[in-house]
Each structure stands twice: as C-alpha cells, then as structure tokens.
C-alpha cells in the first residue's frame, strides 16, 4: 500500500512508499474497542480574566423565577431601556422539597413559562437571561446533586439554547458559592460558555470527552440465575432487545417486563414465549411504574427465592415540539413517565441489596436537541438522580443513548427531514449490537453517567467550519495545523481572509442585484433543511408550509439565515414571510434600508458622537486641535455638497435644453 497526499489546489504535502503492519492478537484488539463509542462528560476549568471585567451593561436579579415576574420588570421598566442581563433564579427556599417528582414537574412547568415569556417579549430581544441553579448538576465524580428538583431545568434549556442561540445561559453554583456577578457574567454572556458550573469559585464548563480504559466484566450485575431483572417500557423496542440479551448473554432466568399495555402490547405475547424457549422466566405486567401504588404491588409480587437484582428504566414518551409552543400538558405528559417513574423506583428499591440500577437517559439533555425540551429535562433529571444515588452509596448508571438505528415507538415516526436534522447534529445512526455492547461496558466501567455514541467526525468538523459547533463538543473535533502558517488551534490562517458575510456582500449592489441574492440564500438553505440535494426544488413563491416545512425546520432555516445575515431574527420568521420571496424581501429591506432608514442611523451616529464629544473634551488639552479638525470636515462636506448640487443643477440644465443650445454648448467647448 502507497499513499499520496494533496491539499485542496493539488499540491503534494505527504508521500507513504510502504506500510508495514505488526501482527495483532484479537485479545489486543478487543482491549481497544471496549469502550469505543462510550463518552463522558468532563468539566474544565475557565480561564476567565482574573481582573473581574465590569458587568456588560445594566443587569438585574430576579428575586423569583416565576413568570410574573419577568412581566412585572417589563412593566417596571416601560419607557426606559431594558437591562442588558437579567438572572433568573431556580434556587429552592430553605426547608423546601428537593428530591419529589411533583416538586421537579412543577419547577420545569415553572421554567417553560419563563422562557416562553422571554423569547415571546420583544423588548427583551437583546437582552440575555442567565438562569442560575445551585447543585443542579453533578460536577465531578461522587458529587452529589443536591436540588434534584431544578436539574430538569437545565435539560430544558439546554435545548432553548439550541433553538433559539445567544438568548440563555446557565449558571450553576454550588453551596459555598454566591453568583460572582462581575467576573461571570462577563465570561458567560460575553460569549465565552453557555453552561458554566462555579466550584470553589472556579468557574468550570462541560467538555464531551471519550471514556479510555479497561472495563470489568458486567456478567452477574443483571441478577443471573439467582435473582430478577425488572425493565420499564420491557415490550417496547430497546426494552424488548436488551431483555433478550440479558437472557442470551446476562443469563438472567427471571424477568418482569412491565408496560402500560402488558400483555396487549404488540408482540408482547411472542417475546415472552421467545424468552420462556431460551430457559428463563418472564412476567409481563401491565403497570405504568409512575402510579406509586401500582409499581409497589409488582415489586411486592416477586417471589423471594428470586429477589430483585436489577432494574432498567427504559420507559418514556416523546411529544416533540419547539420550546415556545410546547403546552404544560405537553411538558407533564413527557415528564411523568420518567420522572416520576424513577423516583418510584428509587424510593421503592433503596433498601434492596441492588447489584445493578440503570436509567435509560438521552443525548437530547447533554446536546440540546431542538424540539425535545421537555424530553431533555426528563433526561436530565434521571442523569441527576443517579449522582445522587451514587453519592448515597446506591449502584447506579445514567446512560444518555444516541440514535439507535432500530426505530422504536418513540422514533419510528421520524421522517427523512427529521433524521437529516439528527445526523446534522452529528450523531449517526447506532446498530443494535453496538448498543448492546456498549451497555455491558458502560456497566463494567462502573461510571454513574455515559453517554454511548456512534459520532459522526465529517459532521462535527462541518460544523466547526460554520462556527455552529456546540461548545460541549470541541475537544472532540481534531484540528490539524496549517502547514503554511503553523496555526495549531484550528483557527483560519492569519492570510486567509474570512468568508465575506451577507452585508459585506451586498456592499454596492443594486436593489436588484440584491435581492436575487437574497433569494439564492434562502432557497438554497431552505432546500439544505429539507435535505434536497438542489436549490431548485424550493421555489421562490411556494410557501413554506406547502415545501414541508414544519415548526423545526422554521427554526432552523431562521437559525440559519441569522447567522449568514449577522443579526436576529424572530423565531416566527417563516410564518410571517410565507414564502422564499417574501422572505427574502424582507431580508432586503433589513440589510439594504432605504435613504430615510439610513438618514436615521447617520443622525443617531452623529448624536452619539456629540454626547462622546461633550463628555471628552471638557478636560483636555487637544480640544483646539479637535474642534478644528471638526472645523476642517465641516467645511469639506460644505465644498462636496455644493459641487453635488452644481453637477446636479447642470445635469438639469442639459436635461431641459434644446438641440441647438447643446450644438452651441459644444462648438464652444471645441
């Protein structure tokens, strides 16, 4: 084998004659992939200026996270300008309930109808809400997540953050710790990190990073011959496939699969006579493990020659949706299954000599999927629930799963334009047996939270590209150095010019010129959200709806179109431009104003300059020189305007005169 390497215009930068491979044994090859595919998530410490910079702008501290009073401070506020950062605090009261599913439902329900109100208000469009928790999120290993109640909260908006950029932050503070105003909000709504958590006043952010190391076998963790597994949702699609393996490869003998519908479930008969032909025992029980009193009565009915050794919580509902429609019944439907489910299971288990307590968790809550909100506070919350057992010296293992390839009840709806915006994430599609694997070693490696992941790296890179690249994410893409410039970070070479955004482009174009443009860019992003290949398939006056477009993809395509035209944009951007054109008309007359917006801007830039001026030159010694300078431009834009308005007149003269004034006009230029 030979290689030859070539950059981008051809020119060779590596040439390999030969490749000369050393024998491997499989044992050595079976070290390396054991945990491959499985990350964790480490926090990094910041390196933020210890100088504590000022505040940027004017901030104000919400003294409660309730709705109300977000609109009680807009109203304070009317007719004056509104704070650049308001806080919003999700931190209980002392005494107050930390660890009750109701307590976690109502401070999420609590959240939503915060940020619903902050991103429907448009006085607050260029303000930035930090919502600060305190021991919401487990930091390091054996931390424990005091406030479960508030986890959620951070799922939620994690996904907010997705859906609408540069509007949230999250801020999470331990016990010691008060919000260090000056020198975190400086770092976090600068820009720096959207998730910050504050240790020992050390600011940290989240990192995915891959989990190295040797894992011990899982064999005998699921209850084995002698004891019971019991696995929520266990007739769905994961909980169907995972109980064959614990019977095929755990060699679990007694199994409860538990489900709203039981036995009625489709296929739930035929796995339990599949189960029962391998050797084991198997109860199918219709139970929604989220009614306290009905979970109590299954676990009560498992004879004690065979307690209960493990137990899965593999259950959940999705209701996807875009943050700022999402309705409390939406949010209580998606939350109850999970979280109050594992608080059950929690509560009605602590006491049993568990060797295995595993939460089927999702990557929404770590990556901020848009339109799951709710899905990814559930999530969150069960990843918090196992830092708190693990700190209560209980077994547990959160698993936040990626996309599995074999659909289920909660993915087999999802279209083509649904797994497009999925894969753009980054996240590939999982084949079962990778799954499986990576759940035996995620159990062997005795971690509480991993996150099993089949990543795509063309993608993660495509996005570092484009500058969409979630922080959480960038240790994982590998950036080689240029070769010309010996830049080792990834970042553009210092003689590489960067791409010309959308105003810079429509510098010293015609309206017209302009706007076709503009229609370009929205056609063709437009088609990229739908996954066509081509443009053209999106036509300038079909409206959106007709295209396919849903609420998702409106966000997106909003997502998208901000970016390129480095401004915000109202969430609701395709529903009130219906089509292509109108849209890109409206881009136009944002980014090409006509001469009285530009005459508005120019007198606001002029007043700025004379409010600076008044406060600059009462105390300095260059004031003559200044004033004169002004003198100087005065004059020069005098001179200017007057020969415009000569070459104007003339231009007029030559309009209105006769053909023998013109002749005249020439013999005496000749």
Not at 15 to 28: G, K, L, M, N, Y
Request: hydrophobic share 45%; net charge negative.
């Amino acid at each position: 084998m030979s290689i030859q390497a070539t950059d981008e215009t051809g020119t060779p930068v590596a040439s390999v004659d030969a490749i000369t491979f050393r024998p491997v044994t499989p044992e050595q090859l079976g070290n390396g992939r054991d945990t491959d595919g499985l990350y964790r998530i480490d926090w990094k410490p910041l390196a933020l200026s210890d100088s504590e910079p000022p505040v940027p702008g004017r901030h104000v501290v919400l003294d409660t996270a309730e709705p109300s009073a977000l609109h009680e401070l807009a109203q304070a506020e009317e007719g004056t300008a509104v704070p650049d950062v308001v806080i919003a605090r999700f931190i209980p009261e002392a005494g107050a309930a930390r660890t009750s599913a109701d307590t976690a439902r109502a401070a999420t329900t609590r959240a939503l109808a915060l940020v619903r109100g902050w991103l429907a208000d448009e006085r607050f469009v260029e303000s930035r809400l930090v919502v600060v928790t305190r021991n919401a999120v487990a930091v390091g290993a054996g931390e424990d997540v005091v406030d479960l109640a508030h986890a959620p909260v951070w799922g939620l908006m994690r996904s907010v953050q997705r859906e609408h950029p540069d509007r949230v932050w999250l801020v999470d503070l331990d016990e010691a710790d008060e919000l260090p105003l000056p020198l975190l909000l400086a770092g976090v709504t600068g820009g720096v990190e959207p998730q910050v958590a504050v240790r020992d006043g050390v600011a940290l952010a989240p990192r995915l990073v891959p989990r190295s190391g040797g894992v011990a076998p899982a064999a005998g963790l699921m209850g084995g011959v002698s004891g019971t597994a019991l696995i929520t949702g266990g007739t769905g699609t994961l909980g169907a496939l995972l109980a064959r393996h614990l019977v095929t490869v755990h060699g679990v003998r007694h199994l409860v699969l538990t489900s709203r519908r039981g036995e009625q479930a489709p296929g739930a008969r035929e796995l339990r006579d599949e189960l029962a032909g391998s050797g084991a025992e198997v109860s199918v029980v219709a139970c929604d493990a989220a009614d306290r009193q009905a979970l109590e009565e299954v676990l009560a009915a498992i004879p004690a020659a065979y307690p209960l050794k493990a137990v899965v919580h593999a259950a959940g509902v999705l209701d996807d949706g875009v943050v700022t429609g999402l309705t409390d019944e939406q949010m209580d439907a998606v939350l109850r299954p999970k979280i109050d489910a594992a608080v059950n299971l929690h509560e009605l288990t602590r006491h049993l000599d568990l060797s295995a307590f595993v939460l089927f968790s999702g990557a929404a809550s770590t990556f901020g999927s848009a339109g799951q909100g709710h899905y990814a506070a559930a999530n969150a919350f069960l990843e918090a629930l196992a830092a708190h057992r693990a700190a209560d010296g209980l077994p547990a293992t959160a698993l936040g799963w990626g996309f599995w390839e074999q659909r289920s009840g909660m993915t087999g709806h999802l279209d083509e334009v649904a797994m497009r915006r999925i894969a753009r994430l980054g996240l590939a599609e999982m084949p079962s047996t990778e799954g499986l694997r990576l759940f035996d070693a995620a159990l062997g490696t005795g971690d509480t939270f991993l996150l099993p992941l089949r990543l795509d790296p063309a993608d993660l890179r495509r996005q570092a590209f484009e500058g969409t690249l979630p922080s959480i994410v960038r240790e994982l893409v590998h950036k080689p150095a240029d070769r010309a410039t010996g830049v080792a970070d990834g970042s553009r070479p210092i003689d590489q010019a960067p791409p010309a955004s959308l105003p810079e482009r429509l510098i010293g174009l015609t309206k017209d010129e302009g706007r076709t443009l503009l229609l370009e860019l929205v056609c063709s992003q437009a088609a990229d959200v739908l996954g066509h290949t081509l443009s053209t398939a999106v036509k300038p006056y079909q409206p959106f709806k007709e295209l396919g477009f849903d609420s998702l993809s409106a966000v997106e395509l909003r997502n998208r179109l901000s970016r390129a035209a480095a401004m915000r944009l109202p969430a609701t951007l395709a529903f009130d431009y219906p089509t292509p054109g109108a849209l890109a008309d409206h881009l136009l007359s944002e980014l090409l104003p006509g001469e009285e917006q530009l005459e508005k801007e120019l007198l606001g830039d002029v007043d700025q300059l004379d409010i600076a001026l008044s406060e600059m030159l009462q105390a300095t010694d260059a004031r003559v020189r200044v004033l004169e300078r002004i003198r100087h431009l005065v004059e020069k834009y005098d001179e200017e305007s007057a020969a415009a308005a000569e070459a104007a007149h003339s231009a007029d003269r030559f309009a209105e005169a006769s053909d023998d004034e013109l002749f005249d006009f020439l013999d005496n230029k000749v």
